[in-house]
């Protein structure tokens, strides 16, 4: 299994991104795909996840300006983010995961978003 993450960029406080992240590869149900994201010195952090039949959550510094939404024909996850500040600069990596196997625990290169003030 391989993700491939994309989107990413430089945009002004106030803007919007959208990352894609592709997953190759067979993967199992049930499962949780997501994105976390890690800024300089901290460490990685959820941003949103969404399971294979559609359930969401956020950490509650993104709710009301991010959604994370996916297409499971494509196996793809998406994330939305409106409202960017300069906070959410990090590295977004995107995820999927088997919710009870450990093992189970795929993740994405990474892709640099940077919000300027």
């Known amino acids: 299994v391989q993700l491939q993450a994309s989107g990413g960029g430089l945009v002004q406080a106030g803007g919007s991104l959208r990352l894609s992240c592709v997953v190759s590869?067979?993967?199992?149900?049930?499962?949780?795909m997501g994105w976390y994201r890690q800024a300089p010195g901290k460490q990685r952090d959820l941003v949103a996840t969404?399971?294979?039949?559609?359930?969401?959550n956020y950490a509650d510094s993104v709710k009301g300006r991010f959604a994370i939404s996916r297409d499971n024909v494509k196996t793809t996850v998406y994330l939305q983010m409106n409202s960017l500040k300069p906070e959410d600069t990090a590295v977004y990596y995107c995820?999927?995961?088997?919710?009870?196997?450990?093992?189970?625990?795929?993740w994405g290169q990474g892709t640099q978003v940077t919000v300027s003030s």
């Open positions: 969404i399971t294979n039949g559609g359930t969401t």
């Open positions: 590869g067979r993967i199992g149900s049930p499962n949780v």
């Open positions: 995820n999927a995961k088997h919710p009870y196997i450990p093992s189970y625990n795929y």
